[in-house]
């Protein structure tokens, strides 16, 4: 019921008014609530203000909403303390405009910076809110929204080999928007998502209150942990449950080609992935490559892999599940958790840890114009549809 009333709460404070300037009476309203009124000019900005541009697409990741036609909004403000976000949800109620909440701004229709209602709003950009606090001996992390995924495990890497995050494997996604949204990655068959593993939060909600788990309830706890951002409140700060991995772990890729075989091997996996022991992730990336027998453009599919123990402990296991991939030790590497991350982002190997704290990555999920959409097949898809679909 108390998530469902914070939604209505939101939406009907967010209403346009007929202010004809909303931006000065709302820059007005914040500086009576800002406790030091210089750090308006350096937090908040205006359309007129020479940094706006390069602020607002500083972590928009989708050009196709990022055109000149893309609705932008009146101010942008970059808090630096709880208190700043909770001046902008009361000034965003006092002048009826609607409010946008931006962590990692990685969201595939833009959702954090731009609208598609013709209403006057502003974004909160949580930018300058990224610490992240790990107790290695409790095995637990606070981290704020504005951290990026990457800089999460960085962090933990940088304090022990044996722990980590169940995590998306994008490394420049946002925090806030991906536990809010749920957070895919590597140890999801193992660990679950992300949110599965959130154990607290601190949440600004409509009212301007910071609310942690106890004050929150249950419900809007369970709501914020992948019913979706943006809706429930601002969700400052989480803090999470580490999980156990071993220091070591496998890697490996191997590729097929149509004429290799690859229609049929991506038809067998769908039986075998999902069996595989929960300490196996396996994916397939599909891609158009030139043959190395012809030259000809031909498909490739290439079967990649993160296994939470050794070489040793893999082949084997490879040997009776899915021999038909003809896994070899030369497909293998052996490398920490959180270089697996770098390995599956297909960095070259032996790049640095510190490449996670990289907020420019280019892929074609990012810093580029796309349209992502997922989907889960109920049962496998027959062969000759594979076939035609790798035509
Ligand atoms: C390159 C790329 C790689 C990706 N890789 C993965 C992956 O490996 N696994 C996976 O599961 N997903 C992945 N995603 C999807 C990603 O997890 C979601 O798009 C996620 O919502 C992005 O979070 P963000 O903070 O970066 O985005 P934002 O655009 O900042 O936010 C996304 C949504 O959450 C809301 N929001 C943001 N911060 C807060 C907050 N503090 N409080 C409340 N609401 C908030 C926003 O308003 C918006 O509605 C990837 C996306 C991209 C573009």
Known sequence: MFPFLIVVLFSLSWKISDSTQPAEEFLHCLSLRF????????????QHNSSYSSVLKSSAQNFRLSTPSTPTPLLIITPLHASHI?????????????????????????????????????????????????????GTAWVESGATVGELYYEIAKRSRTLAVPAGIGHTVGVGGHLSGGGFGLLFRKYGLAADNVIDARLIDVKERILDRKSMGEDL?????????????????WKLKLVAVPAIVTVFTVSKTLEQNATKLIHRWQYIAHKLPKEIHMSIGISRVKSNENEKMTIQASFRAV???????????????????????ED??????????????????????????????KSALSKSFFKAKSDFVKQPIPEMVVAQVLQ
């Open 86 to 138: 909770q001046a902008t949800v009361h000034c965003c109620k006092k002048h009826g405009l609607q409010l946008r909440i931006r962590s990692g701004g990685h969201d595939f229709e833009g959702l954090s910076y731009t609208t598609t209602y013709e209403v006057p709003f502003v974004v909160i950009d949580l930018l300058n809110l990224g610490s992240v606090r790990i107790n290695v001996e409790k």
């Open 35 to 46: 406790h030091n009124s210089s750090s308006i000019s350096e937090l908040v900005y205006t």
């Open 221 to 237: 706890f369970w709501a914020i942990r992948g019913g979706g951002g943006g809706s429930f409140g601002v969700v400052l700060a």
């Open 307 to 329: 296994f939470l123990g050794s070489i040793d402990e893999l082949l084997p296991l490879m040997e009776e599940k899915f021999p038909q991939l003809g896994l070899m030790k």
């Open 332 to 361: 293998c590497l052996e490398m920490s958790w959180a270089e697996s991350d770098l390995y599956f982002e297909q960095f070259p190997i032996g790049a640095p840890l510190e490449t996670l704290l990289g907020r420019n990555h």
